[in-house]
């Protein structure tokens, strides 16, 4: 995200339209997306209280930029109640389960869906999609 | 698995997981059906109870500090939206397809190529997702039953995709009694749409002949998201130099279950497995 930096105005101005433009369509429109998410839910957690951070837990299968994520964030909140949060982000990395011999291992390379112990495809994904909000810290 | 919290400046560090502070069990909660009072004055930390591996040291924050338990996927919103869209189909005993690609991949050429095979015999609405122009909606109308045109565009920048509040706004539009099938055409975009459900009964996806072999490695999300796959252009392959045996193997490699069809929306080459598989789809 070089030469991004947030926090934005709140009111979009020319730059701030342009801005926002590069950033969705360019950079980070799936984090936007997700961001805009993340607010939704933090919001209706905080109930109106001030919030200082959110723990967010990532799976490595969901294809989140972290950096892009935090600028996400930043972009989606400025102006906003939620201005100032801090996003605490926990990955988690993959875990498939096997039918074939029952074991859950790591995969055996990035993107590879096979059982690493005894090869077989028929595998289903035991971590490593999570995209949620955990908790956050109110004060 | 370390715990990273990213800060503003870019550094990143792993806390350890002491857990000595003092706790104060009054609420019992069960992992995955959490359900809390707002209202309540929670604990410190008192989230700790939901799952202790997930919480860092966070003893020296200031008084008054709170950490509420949350819990949820941030997709759940949307997704109780597309339940209902799901219910709403399903009372009028609609099957709902949501088609999803890069732009340019031929999602609306694949649509009017399916009105024209089966307009005359099965009552086809289409949900048009696009950015600014009814162009597409236009292409459909002829032989749709009914088209419901959504314009993303009116926040700035436009949405890069369809979520199930939106899709729920175009059914407002079509009358689901007159219908037998909704074709959902998203946003072109091989990432945001694999991730929201919409209410549909199935995710297909177009990748086309000149996008090259590696995107099932680059777009996996999007992959491993539906059940089928539709190969088109087809008919370009004498001028390009495609690997297909490589996009089939990157294809299994990602979504070793995907039905993956091969065809020409152009020269209908291949419609014939499409439209069959669809027919299947109805009738399901």
Known sequence: ?139 | MGRFHRHDDGTVHSHDHSHDHSHHHEHGHEPGQHTHDLQVQHEYLEAHEVDPELLGDHSSYETGRQRIAVLEDIYAENDRKAAANRAAFDAAHVTCVNLMSSPGAGKTALLEATLAALGQDVRIGIVEGDIETPLDAERLRPGAAQVSLLNTGHGFGGECHLDAPMVAHALEGLDLEGLDLVMIENVGNLVCPAEFEVGEHVKAMITSLTEGEDKPLKYPVMFRSVEVIVINKMDLAPYLDVDMELLRRNIAQVNPTAKVIELSARTGEGMDTWLEWLRERLAA
Do not use: K, N, Y
């Open chain 1, 1 to 139: 995200m070089g030469g991004i930096s947030p926090p934005l105005p709140a009111a979009l101005g020319s730059f701030g339209l342009t801005w926002a433009l590069t950033a969705a369509r360019v950079a980070a429109v799936h984090e936007l997306s997700i961001a805009r998410q993340l607010a939704g839910v933090v919001s209706r957690a905080a109930s109106g209280r001030r919030v200082l951070a959110v723990q967010v837990r990532v799976g490595h299968l969901r294809q989140v930029v972290p950096d892009s994520l935090a600028s996400a964030w930043s972009f989606t909140v400025s102006g906003t109640a939620l201005e100032g949060a801090e996003l605490e982000l926990e990955e988690v990395a993959v875990l498939l389960a096997c039918r074939a011999c029952g074991t859950t291992a790591a995969p055996p390379a990035p993107l590879v869906f096979d059982c690493a112990v005894c090869g077989s495809s028929d595998t289903s994904v035991a971590a490593g999609e999570e995209l949620a909000v955990v908790s956050i810290d109110v004060g």
